[in-house]
């Protein structure tokens, strides 16, 4: 994965990175906040040989005490030397409970032990230290052996502990410091798998077989209630979803410049995808270029065209294909006399073999000859086989992908289905993608905030950018 690639994960899934560092990094905090303090005081004794006559004598002599210090460390945490400390400070604890605070570590190529004793009071710790140094060096010169009437071992307090300023633990930056490392390097490895882990179609890039989008139909609240878009007026976002369905339309004219698709099917993989409010919005469109529209629903299953758009649907396609009903009378006008609406009518119990049968393919060839594009909406693909049965006999199909919904797999498998019984996939629509941000709207803004400025009859001036 490149740099660019991570970071546009990153602009993506910044909550993963950001919950874990706001959430780890609290809990650490107040956890920090609410420990009692901690403080370590720290005092040194220095152990030598109190005779030696001659360099021999004292370089035996360092070495047989360097050779004892792991010792006389270790006696600085038993009851030999604790019990003495607590007798003498008055401590309310046992040797065995105050061994837990003390500790006892030799200085590296010397003759030093450095004594630590930690405490919530910073008097005690230093009392505690320098006591247990005090004691252990009796304990040292009572064990030690006897040579020529005096003591072997000779111990001198070189630092003695004073009360210690600052805490010790716990250490708030440090705890912080790692919380906020760690949560930052754990968000990150969220942000990634959530991204590998995530199939759904997102750019034109997740498209099978690479190819680009037709449109990308921006995301509108009132959408989902009022598929049936205005064309003209409205707001600002209202004018760039229509512009979105007429790039549709551009589209789709120079997919074959010389033979443009004129039988066009809408599909979708699975349902809730917005393919219905996408044919009806490009019929719509077509016919404002002044083109004789049919927008035929194919969905035989779950219509939805006649509800949009007002009309009767208990009479249309199916009694069309049953001989029951001539075309002309079967259609019905909608808003204009160059788009006409052919219902689904009554349900039919077999709807793959009728959108396939030849009466099917005869009906559309009379469409053709009597308007100039054709629209129909049909079922997902995944769920039944009928957008791919029309689609052999359509000049090709159209499948709308919602964004952020759609699954590759999903997307792939229609796209399956649609090329095993040779039918041809015109392209692809995102529908409901998010707004763009407040930067990417920046370019376009001047363009879209008055979509009729120059049907004013006011005189405009002009910019550079015009």
Not at 39 to 66: E, I, K, V, W
Not at 181 to 204: M, Q
Not at 214 to 232: C, K
Not at 299 to 318: K, M, Q
Request: net charge neutral.
């Amino acid at each position: 994965m490149t740099v660019a690639q991570v970071v546009a994960v990153l602009r993506k899934r910044w909550l993963y990175v950001l919950l874990p560092v706001v959430l780890i990094c609290g809990v650490v905090g107040t956890w920090s906040a609410l420990t009692t303090p901690i403080y370590t005081a720290r005092a040194s004794a220095y152990f030598s040989l109190p005779f030696g006559s001659s360099a021999n004598d004292l370089y035996q002599g360092s070495n047989y005490t360097q050779g004892q210090l792991g010792s006389f460390a270790d006696l600085a945490t038993k009851p030999i030397v604790l019990d003495r400390v607590v007798e003498e400070l008055r401590l309310p604890t046992t040797s065995a409970e105050l061994a837990r605070s003390v500790s006892a570590t030799v200085v590296a190529e010397s003759v030093i032990v450095d004594i630590s004793a930690s405490s919530a009071s910073p008097q005690r710790a230093a009392d505690v230290a320098n006591s247990v140094t005090r004691h252990l060096g009796v304990v040292v010169q009572e064990l030690s052996p006897v040579v020529d009437g005096r003591q072997s071992i000779n111990v001198v307090t070189v630092a003695t502990a004073s009360p210690p300023e600052f805490q010790s633990s716990p250490n708030t930056r440090r705890n912080l410091l790692v919380a906020g490392l760690g949560s930052l390097l754990l968000g990150l490895l969220l942000a990634l798998a959530r991204d590998r882990l995530d199939t759904r179609v997102r750019s034109a890039a997740d498209l099978p077989g690479n190819q680009g989008a037709l449109a990308s139909i921006e995301e509108l609240r009132d959408a989902r209630q009022n598929p049936v878009l205005a064309m003209e007026g409205g707001s600002q976002r209202h004018h760039a979803r229509a512009e979105a369905f007429r790039r549709l339309r551009t589209n789709l004219r120079f997919i074959d410049v010389d033979h443009p698709p004129r039988v066009i099917v809408l599909t979708s993989a699975v349902s809730g995808e917005g393919k219905s409010s996408t044919a009806i919005n490009l019929a719509r469109v077509l016919v404002t270029d002044g083109h004789r529209v049919a927008l035929v629903d194919g969905d035989l299953r779950r219509p939805s065209i006649a509800a949009y758009a007002g009309l009767e649907g208990s009479v249309g396609l199916t009694d069309v294909l049953a001989g029951e009903l001539p075309l002309e009378t079967a259609l019905r006008r909608w808003q204009h006399d160059r788009l006409q609406v052919l219902p689904s009518g009554s349900l039919p119990p077999n709807p793959s073999e009728l959108l396939g049968s030849e009466a099917m393919a005869s009906l559309l060839g009379q469409l053709r000859s009597d308007f100039d594009f054709v629209i129909l909406d049909t079922p997902p693909l995944l769920p039944v086989i009928d957008a791919a049965v029309v689609g052999t006999v359509a000049d090709g199909v159209v499948m709308v992908v919602r964004h952020g919904h759609t699954k590759r797999q999903q997307l792939q498998q229609a796209a399956d289905s649609l090329a095993s019984v040779d039918g041809r996939l015109l392209g692809m629509v995102f529908n409901r993608t998010p707004r763009p941000s407040v930067w990417s709207r920046r370019s376009q803004n001047y363009y879209e905030q008055d979509p009729d400025r120059f049907r004013t009859g006011q005189p405009v001036a002009l910019r550079d950018e015009d």
